[in-house]
């Protein structure tokens, strides 16, 4: 990795700083994980903040727009387990909460519809329960675009376009 111009500038109280940067190693691994270093040869200081000679260190992530899609379409897939659990649940309520029927045989009001039984009522509520964690767990796995830098460009080694996450970590 390195710096496009060989420096870093910045302002000061007494004008343009121009400090150099050196070459530095990066690395990826599983398609994702990215850390990359540049060495600063000399001391940068700026509003009494000193900082060098030293090596930083970013770490972030990488996402393809593949990766992306992907992300989605397994999010998706598990949000329609959800919806379907949710609207079990709300076809026993409605079933439940239907008005009565008058029975001219018998000459009363009767249900509507059976009961249903209890084991059927906390099968589709833990069915309900399992599909809203396993929503919750697919959608942690996927950033929010305010995460991600606001374009996507080219990367060495990888075919598709990639955004950067923005919650990387730099160590001095």
Known sequence: VRSITDDVRYTASGGEVIVPVESGTWSL???????????????????????GPCTIICEGLLYTKKDLADLDQEFYKVRSITDEANSELK???????????????KNVWEQRYKNESPISKVG?????FLAENDEKRQSKKRPFSSELSLESGQFP?????VFIGKNGKITL
């Not at 060495?39 to 903040?49: C, M, Q, S, Y």
């Not at 080694?157 to 376009?161: E, K």
């Open 29 to 51: 691994s599983n398609n994702r994980d990215l850390v990359y270093s540049l060495t600063f040869p000399e001391k940068l200081e700026r509003n009494g903040i000193e900082l």
């Open 157 to 161: 080694g990888i075919d598709d376009n």
């Open 91 to 105: 076809e026993m309520k409605r079933r439940k909460e239907a008005p009565r029927k008058w029975n001219s045989e």
């Open 124 to 128: 589709k509520r833990f069915k309900q």
